[in-house]
């Protein structure tokens, strides 16, 4: 069975540090992975997406990683901002048509 | 450029009752995808449209159901509402393929439904 498993669940840091979200999937055979910011009372929005060929992609202070071999994905965030505080997501798509698969999210909380 | 609307924003309904959403996607997309979102599950995928034709489907119950009109507008339809309904009802639209593929997708607000 198809599986995102996303961790923390949540997380709080201070305004100015960094962090790093972890996304590990067993979805099979891959496509590719994409990781999205959802702000409460919201849509997502996409902030990265890595195909199987893809180590690392950067989207201004958000740098996402892939590693196909242990399938791990990581989302590291920069000198966090307030406007951080959010609910991240990890997408994974199959191949055939396209089957995507969701992460429960991590509820990151950026405090001053 | 406008973005996805999803019309309404706020749903209230009884057990029972059925229910009718809508999604404008952005201009000149053809792909709308529809997702259900619970603080349990999470987001699960409930179907794709493609020039007015399914093209994929979740693992959800009959009950729901949707379409897409000529001009790419889409509805979804749930019939005999659960509480277990209770959710935001996200849409995302694609200039050619979903979520799952390569294509960029934008999803819109939502509309939160509640189900008493």
């Known amino acids: 069975k198809n599986q995102v498993e996303q961790s923390p669940q949540s997380l709080i840091i201070l305004e100015g540090k960094n962090c790093t979200l972890q996304?590990?999937?067993?979805?099979?055979?891959?496509?590719?992975l994409r990781w999205y910011k959802q702000d409460t009372g919201r849509g997502p929005v996409s902030l990265t997406i890595?195909?199987?060929?893809?180590n690392t992609k950067s989207n201004g202070r958000y740098t996402a990683t892939l590693d196909a071999d242990t399938k791990q994905s990581s989302l590291h965030i920069t000198a966090s901002q307030l406007s951080d505080s959010a609910s991240y997501i990890c997408?994974?798509?199959?191949?055939?048509?396209?089957?995507?698969?969701f992460g429960t999210g991590t509820k990151l909380q950026v405090i001053p | 450029k406008a973005g996805v609307t999803q019309t309404p924003r706020y749903l209230i309904k009884t057990r029972g009752q059925q229910v009718t959403l809508s999604c404008s996607p952005i201009?000149?997309?053809?792909?709308v995808s529809w997702y259900q979102q619970t603080p349990g599950q999470g987001l699960q995928f409930l179907f794709e449209?493609?020039?007015?034709?399914?093209?994929n489907k979740g693992n959800f119950p009959g009950r729901f159901s949707g379409r897409q009109f000529s001009n790419s507008r889409s509805e979804m339809n749930v019939s005999t509402l659960e509480l277990g309904d209770s959710a935001l009802y996200l849409c995302?639209?694609?200039?050619?393929?979903?979520?799952?593929?390569?294509?960029?997708?934008?999803f819109g607000q939502g509309t939160r439904l509640t189900v008493v």
């Open positions: 995302a639209s694609s200039l050619v393929s979903g979520v799952g593929s390569g294509g960029e997708a934008f």
């Open positions: 996304c590990n999937y067993t979805v099979s055979p891959f496509s590719n």
């Open positions: 890595m195909t199987f060929s893809e």
């Open positions: 997408v994974v798509s199959a191949g055939g048509y396209q089957k995507v698969t």
């Open positions: 449209y493609f020039s007015e034709t399914q093209r």
């Open positions: 201009s000149g997309h053809r792909s």
